[in-house]
């Protein structure tokens, strides 16, 4: 337990910032070109990469034709103990899974119904997702001595992260005793909610009915 | 694709093992046998019916299965080591010994696939099949045991060996007229009241097994005897198709009383399927796979094994199995690559448009660059696979 002047002398300040620490000295590093068209083209000739050092590419940011935002978001959010390889390996397998249901009933579906049928796993995933971007969040806010859960305004990339979040928290407490899989649980849910049905939409809805009981609390916002 | 014919044959025989650069002028052809023309690089299809009838959905690798149900069909792509295979059977004949053929390779390079692909094609020609499902489950997936009574020491697996005899039906379904005109050679004395008489048709050797497990496993050596006896007399062809067929001379899970793990020439099953690879009896084939799941330890990471045939059967196994024909499996051409890249875009399996570019109205989503479906896509499957037929099926599986 450090006393505020032992913590003066360290010169370690609370940082408002969300972060600034780096692995990566700023002034001799950059960042790598992901995209492959970008790689092609020459660099300028005096263009400041040329001089000096490339940060090493992140495993998630390899340019392969299936890179997407939303499904290497999942990935992460659904990593546990930093074992990423298990996480790539249930998302990759539940977006098989849809991919596998939705051909099933595309085969079988009349013409008409077929144009309705979307195979792209990718694309039911996102939607899935998209529908369950909440519009607010709830955050405690403590006056005089009792915390009200308040209604705030939400960004979109943190609306993704709680949606993914839901629906990993979800997934996780039914695949908990083993029976059914992560995977299979994820590509219901995944496929329940591009419907907008299913544990996290509803949810969502929960979260959102929440929100709308605590409107008054909304003073509270500083 | 290299031919074998009775010249190789013979020299392999002398040899001991044959290189497959040992060529021929041309094979013979024996005449009642194998019509249908096996050429490397088209794709192959079989029947659903038939694919039912031979249990390919236990038999296949997992993934094949799946696609089976959900593509509604089985096609898988006809490559060298089939053709090798199709034309070594075309040379089986009942003066010769019986023709051993071992398939090695890397992980997923196509050995299982290839195994499955020569029990349909023996079926096509109405050959007799004894395939199993995998050797390891006769070692390692022994859930009860009995001590035999017909020789001391032994150890039969009740539950395995009526699954074997199962199978054995329902695979010979198209011969089993031709199996029911053929006659036992002697008396069979199962148990004190059960037996079998002389001159009896010998597919009640295999109802006798189903019904009584306890019977199961001497039942299965009985029928293994008949096949190979009548074989020799030319009234069939039999394809004996064992996968991981290197567990039959490595680790047993099995214990015995005495808390220690019995060898695997303790088990009634293992030496069964052993006499059936032995080659004292002629007019059959038998089809092995060296795989690598017998001696690779997953949580072993400094150890890689090999997957050659010597190293996988073991000194004991490897003599035993010699002279023996590898036939070695490897990683995709670029040209099988397309075939099979062709094929999934023509089942509209491959589904995937870029998904950075979602912002973007549909109609130029359809545009060849952003799909899988594009060129950047077709050759991107293939370098991130690097070629390795496992890996390009599971990357097309889920794009």
Redesign the interface.
């Known amino acids: 337990m450090t006393t505020k002047l032992a913590r003066i002398a360290q010169k370690r300040w609370i940082s408002s910032t969300t972060s600034t620490s780096n692995m990566y000295d700023p002034r001799v590093f950059r960042e790598p070109i992901t995209d492959v068209q970008e790689l092609r083209k020459p660099l300028d000739v005096d263009d400041e990469r040329n001089f000096l050092f490339v940060k090493a590419m992140k495993s998630d940011a390899t340019p ?8 290497d978001k999942l990935i992460r959010v659904c990593t546990k103990d930093g074992e990423k390889e298990t996480s790539r390996r249930n998302v ?2 539940a ?2 899974i849809i ?2 249901r939705q ?2 009933a ?2 079988k579906a009349s013409d008409e119904e077929k144009k309705n049928i979307e ?5 039911v995933a ?1 939607k899935g997702i998209k529908n369950c971007h909440p519009l607010m969040k709830l955050q405690g806010v403590t006056r005089g001595g009792t915390t009200y859960q308040v209604p705030f305004p939400i960004e979109e990339p943190e609306a993704e992260f709680r949606a993914m979040k839901m629906m990993r928290d979800i997934c996780r407490v039914r695949s908990k005793h083993g029976v059914t899989h992560f995977k299979d649980i994820l590509a219901t849910e995944l496929l329940a909610a591009s419907q907008n049905e299913g544990s996290t939409i509803s949810a969502k809805q929960e979260l959102h009915k929440t929100c709308e009981a605590n409107r008054a609390y909304a003073h509270y916002r500083a | 694709m290299k031919p074998f014919g009775r010249l190789a044959y013979t020299t392999a025989r002398r040899i001991g093992t044959c290189k497959r650069n040992v060529t021929t002028s041309r094979h013979f052809s024996v005449e009642s046998n194998v019509q249908t023309n096996i050429e490397s690089g088209t794709l192959y299809e079989m029947d659903l019916t038939v694919a039912k009838q031979l249990n390919m959905k236990t038999h296949l690798p997992s993934q094949l299965a ?1 696609q089976m ?4 069909e089985i096609v898988t792509l006809v490559r060298e080591p089939t053709a090798e295979v199709a034309s070594c059977m075309r040379v089986v004949d009942k003066h010769l010994p019986n023709l051993r053929l071992v398939l090695w390779g890397a992980f997923g390079t196509g050995k299982t696939v290839t195994l499955n692909q020569a029990v349909h094609h023996a079926y096509k020609n109405n050959w007799a099949i004894v395939n199993l499902r995998s050797a390891m489950e006769l070692t390692r997936r022994v859930k009860e045991i009995e001590m035999s009574s017909f020789v001391a020491g032994r150890i039969n697996d009740p539950s395995n060996a009526v699954a074997i005899l199962q199978n054995f039906k329902q695979q010979n379904q198209h011969v089993w007229k031709t199996l029911t005109d053929l006659l036992t050679e002697k008396d069979y004395e199962w148990s004190k009241s059960e037996r079998t008489l002389k001159e009896k048709p010998i597919t009640e050797i295999v109802e006798m097994g189903i019904s009584a497990p306890f019977l199961a496993s001497d039942c299965v050596g009985a029928i293994f005897r008949e096949l190979r006896r009548h074989a020799k007399n030319d009234k069939l062809k039999v394809l004996v198709a064992i996968d991981d067929a290197n567990s039959l001379w490595g680790k047993t899970l099995v214990k015995r009383a005495d808390r220690t793990y019995a060898p695997p020439s303790d088990l009634t099953l293992v030496v069964h399927f052993r006499r059936m690879i032995a080659n004292d009896w002629t007019n059959g084939c038998v089809l092995m796979v060296a795989d690598k799941k017998e001696v690779a330890d997953a949580r072993d990471e400094l150890e890689v094994s090999r997957h050659t045939p010597l190293e996988l059967f073991g000194e004991e196994g490897f003599e035993f199995i010699e002279p023996f024909v590898p036939i070695e499996t490897s990683n995709y051409t670029e040209s099988e690559a397309d075939t099979i890249y062709n094929y999934y875009v023509s089942k ?2 491959l ?6 570019h ?1 912002f973007l109205p549909q109609y130029i989503l359809n545009l060849p660059i952003f799909l ?1 479906r ?1 060129e ?2 077709r050759k ?1 499957l293939m370098y ?1 696979s690097a070629f390795n037929p496992y890996y390009y099926e599971r990357l097309c ?3």
């Open positions: 392969v034709f299936y890179r997407d935002h939303v499904i990759h397998s977006l098989e991919k596998r051909y099933k595309w085969v195979l792209d796993p990718f694309v996102k | 799946k149900d959900t593509l509604g509209n399996w589904a995937s448009k870029s998904g950075k979602s899988a594009s950047e896509g991107q991130l599986a889920f794009n």
